[in-house]
Every structure is written in structure tokens, then in C-alpha cells.
């Protein structure tokens, strides 16, 4: 159910027609304890709306099994497989736009619906797809179909109770109860390519979800749409009570931008946020943990243009508090560009309140980062305790794709056991700011580190990721305490 996402831009086709009316009730949930005994009503309302999903593509095989087949004349041999995906969709208007999981018919050459009260399989065409979200748009030629009433995902708490309904194994329209049992999750990075899904905020429920789940309906106890079903945690690959939803919100975000627009437009303010511990939120006097840390601010942005500055912590936007930087991304890649935002955020432990207006997020520029070994000759010295630097030279910026106008101490090594291993300091991260303070060469990091007295050193680091240097904040616990 983990599944593997390619990075890719949107495939989108425009569309001529008015945009559909689609129902939305925003009222909060009824969650009166002594509500009936029985799921049967909501099942009734919500799953003539799921449909079964199967996709299909057509792949070149060669095979190289006898030393006759290995000769080159052979070689070019090929036989056509065809290999099939099972999955679900939801119906979200009576013409026939469909929502399901992007990695359900991703490449796929053929798609076909199939609505369950009926028996009637429908040809289906991609509308429009992005893999950031895993959210795909279908449409199949219909009229009058039972579409869902699609819920509001912040209205959510954990303890609400679910129903996931799709077509696990291929075995047919299945249900499976369950409660919220998290929010605002993100999926750890596998080999499976999680970490490639870019806005994670996922729904978490102990409701069975299977193969073939994936794009199917999360509803609530009213038979409303809260989420898309799109993976599991599981050692064994089938439900250990650990799955995953789309919350609706986000996916109505790329839903309507599809069908209205053609095309996805994205909020952008232009930071690198990341998020707080305990030691950052005591030096960036935050009470808790919550809120994201801006690291970096982009030059020329919005975020740069309204005065926000790194070492900001922005705590809420528009009265709705942040609870990290993965909410905050998702929070604002569901506005408009042009919209106007309220953020309080916390600067140097006084609040304060700043009025920006979004811009457009831009297309992504990914350019491998080229994680290689230090050199060999480099100078050993104790920073941190355990943490070796090193100056920068040319050959090692070309190694790590370090910008020239980049400086700072190079981390050669860092111990096992050592505090600054334990807040997240890496090999190959640059630090370029310590106490606040710039770190021009190595000896500026040891330098600066001997000399505080504080229990938390404030580090500032550039660190190599597949889309280029991305800034965070470090608060290592110091071995150097004042006695």
C-alpha cells in the first residue's frame, strides 16, 4: 500500500463546460454518544458513491534465459505484458467526476470504473493529476450518478469515528469501522518513496485499509467525505490498524483547481520552514513545541516583501493555530495565490502580528544533491564534542553543489553518541551560524562553541537535499555548562 510516487508535473486537460456544483456541508459533527447501534444508514448514504477502479499498462518484456537468447539478434526480442493496478474512487458530482489516489492509475494506458448498484463498467479518462498530493481527477460519461457530500476536514478530532469503504483484494465493496486515531501526520521515508509525497497532513485511522483501498472513501459518522484512503504502515504489507487518508480539504483543493481551472494553483510565501523542539522553542521562547521556524527566507518573496525573517516563529495563520511546518506548507498550499494572510508569529520571544499577501508557488527546479565523502586530508578538531569541521575548499563544493557565495564549516563527522548527533546534525551539513552568530571557517565554529556558557547552542546549518541547500536550525544540548 506504501506506494512508490514519481515526482512529475501535473497532466492536465482543460475543460469547456461550466464547472459542476458540488455539495459541501461544514457543519460540525453531531457526536452524541447514544447514537444508535448500527452503521447500516450511513453505509446506505455514502457507499453507492465508491466505485472499484481498474487500471491497466502495457510494458515491453525481454527475456534472457538460454545463451541462444543472449545473442544480440535475440536480444531484441520483446513481448508485450500487460500489468494491472486495482484500486477505488469516489464520485463527487452526478456527471461523473471522480476522485481517487494518484498512484491508482498513474501511467496507466486503460481505466475502468466500475459502480457497484448498477454493475455497469464505464471507460475512464485522467482529468488531472498531481502527485504531490496523490490525488487524481477522473471523469467517465455518465448523468444522475450518486455523488458524496464531501465533509470539512478541520471540523476533525481524534476519537471521531470512521468507516473506510472500498474494494480491498478485489474482493468486492467492503466496509471497515474505526476511529481518528491521529492528525496532521506525516509518513516516515521509506525506499518506497514516501518522503516524495510533498504535502503530507495525513488523517491516521485504525479502520482496515487494504490493497485496493487505496483511493477509496473515508467518511464520518454522518456518511460525509473526510478523506481519500491512500497507505499503510504495516510489516506485512496488509492492515496493522496504522492507515492513512488524504484530508478532503486538501483534496477539494486540487479537485476544484482541475475541474475549474485546468490547473493546480498553489499559495506560496516563500520560506523554509521547519519544526520546533524543545531546545529550539526555549531559544526562539516559544511556550511549546508548536508553530513552524522560519529558517530561510527567499529573496524577492512574499514572505520577504511583508518583513518576516528567519528565526521567526509563525505560531497561527488567518486564527488558525500551526502546529508544525508540514501543517503550515499544507495550510498554505490550499489558498489562492493573491490571498491575503494574518500571521502571528513570535520574534525574539515578543508576539507580533504581520499582514501578508500570497504569491504563486513556482515550479520546482529538482536538482540532485551529490552526497559524496569529505576529502581524505582534512584536519581533525572536538566541536560539540564528537563533531569534526573542516574548511570549504573548491573540489568539495562541486562534490556537494555547495553555491560559491555560500560560506561556512564543513561537518566531516559527527559522533554516534554526541549531542549534537542527537539534535540532527549530519556529515555535509555547512554550518554557517552559530549563537547567531556568521561562521565564516572552521575555526569560527570551535571558536564560537568553547566560548558560550549557554545550556543550548543556536546552529545554523545549509544542508544538501535533492532540491538544492535548505537552511535549518539546530539547538544542541552544550557540554560546556556554566558551573
Known amino acids: 500500500m506504501l506506494a512508490v510516487l514519481a515526482v512529475s508535473h501535473f497532466t492536465l486537460w482543460a475543460r469547456d463546460n461550466q464547472p459542476p456544483a458540488i455539495n459541501v456541508s461544514s457543519a460540525p459533527l453531531n457526536r452524541d454518544p447514544k447514537l444508535g447501534n448500527s452503521y447500516a444508514s450511513i453505509v446506505k448514504k455514502a457507499a453507492p458513491s465508491v466505485v472499484n477502479i481498474y487500471s491497466s499498462r502495457y510494458v515491453k518484456q525481454r527475456y534472457f534465459r538460454t545463451p541462444m537468447m543472449s545473442d544480440p539478434y535475440f536480444r531484441q526480442m520483446e513481448r508485450t505484458r500487460r500489468e494491472n493496478w486495482l484500486g477505488s474512487g469516489i464520485i463527487v458530482t452526478p456527471d461523473g467526476y471522480i476522485l481517487t489516489a494518484n498512484h491508482v492509475v498513474e501511467g496507466a494506458d486503460e481505466i475502468k470504473v466500475g459502480i457497484s448498484d448498477d454493475k455497469t463498467e464505464y471507460s475512464a479518462k485522467i482529468i488531472g493529476n498531481d502527485s504531490a498530493t496523490d490525488i487524481a481527477v477522473l471523469k467517465i460519461s455518465a448523468k444522475n450518478l450518486p455523488a458524496i457530500t464531501l465533509g470539512d476536514s478541520s471540523q476533525l478530532e481524534v476519537g471521531d469515528v470512521v468507516l ?3 474494494n480491498p483484494f478485489g474482493l468486492g465493496q467492503t466496509v471497515t469501522r474505526g476511529i481518528i486515531s491521529a492528525l496532521g501526520r506525516s509518513l516516515p521515508d521509506t525506499d518506497e518513496g514516501n518522503s516524495i ?16 483501498n487505496s483511493g477509496g472513501a473515508l467518511v464520518d459518522a454522518e456518511g460525509r467525505l473526510i478523506g481519500i484512503n491512500d497507505a499503510i504502515v504495516s510489516p506485512s504489507g496488509t492492515s ?22 485546468g490547473r493546480v494553483a498553489r499559495g506560496y510565501l516563500g520560506i523554509h520552514p521547519q519544526d520546533l523542539d524543545a531546545g529550539l522553542a526555549r531559544v526562539f521562547g516559544v511556550a511549546n513545541s508548536g508553530g513552524a521556524l522560519i529558517a530561510e527566507v527567499g529573496e524577492g518573496s512574499p514572505a520577504e516583501k511583508a518583513g518576516l525573517k528567519s528565526g521567526d516563529v509563525i505560531v497561527a495563520l488567518n486564527g488558525k493555530k500551526i502546529s508544525g511546518a508540514e501543517n503550515f506548507n499544507v495550510t498554505v498550499a490550499q489558498l489562492p495565490p493573491g490571498s491575503p494572510v494574518n500571521l502571528e508569529i513570535i520574534r525574539g520571544g515578543l508576539g507580533k502580528k504581520i499582514a501578508a499577501t ?10 540532485p544533491a551529490k552526497m559524496n565523502h569529505p576529502p581524505a586530508d582534512t584536519g581533525k578538531a572536538d566541536m560539540l564534542g564528537g563533531v569534526s569541521v573542516h574548511n570549504l575548499d573548491g573540489r568539495t563544493r562541486r562534490l556537494l553543489g555547495i553555491p560559491s557565495d555560500l560560506i561556512g564549516a564543513l561537518v ?9 548527533a542527537e539534535a540532527g546534525l549530519r556529515v555535509n551539513d555547512l554550518i554557517v551560524e552559530i549563537n547567531r552568530e556568521p561562521v565564516k571557517t572552521a575555526e569560527d565554529a570551535i571558536r564560537f562553541c568553547e566560548a558560550s556558557r549557554a545550556e543550548q547552542i543556536l546552529v545554523k546549518v545549509m544542508r544538501p537535499t535533492n532540491e538544492g541547500p535548505a537552511t535549518r536550525f539546530l539547538s544542541v544540548n552544550n557540554k560546556q555548562r556554566a558551573k
Open 197 to 212: 509525497r510533498h504535502y503530507q497532513d495525513f488523517i491516521q485511522t485504525d479502520a482496515s485499509i487494504n490493497k485496493g
Open 164 to 166: 473506510a469503504i472500498g
Open 412 to 420: 566531516i563527522e559527527v559522533g554516534q553518541d554526541s549531542n549534537a
Open 358 to 367: 500570497l504569491g504563486e508557488l513556482p515550479d520546482e527546479n529538482v536538482v
Open 240 to 261: 496493522a490498524g496504522v492507515g492513512f487518508a488524504v484530508p478532503i480539504n486538501l483534496a477539494r483543493s486540487v479537485l476544484e483547481g482541475i475541474i475549474n481551472g
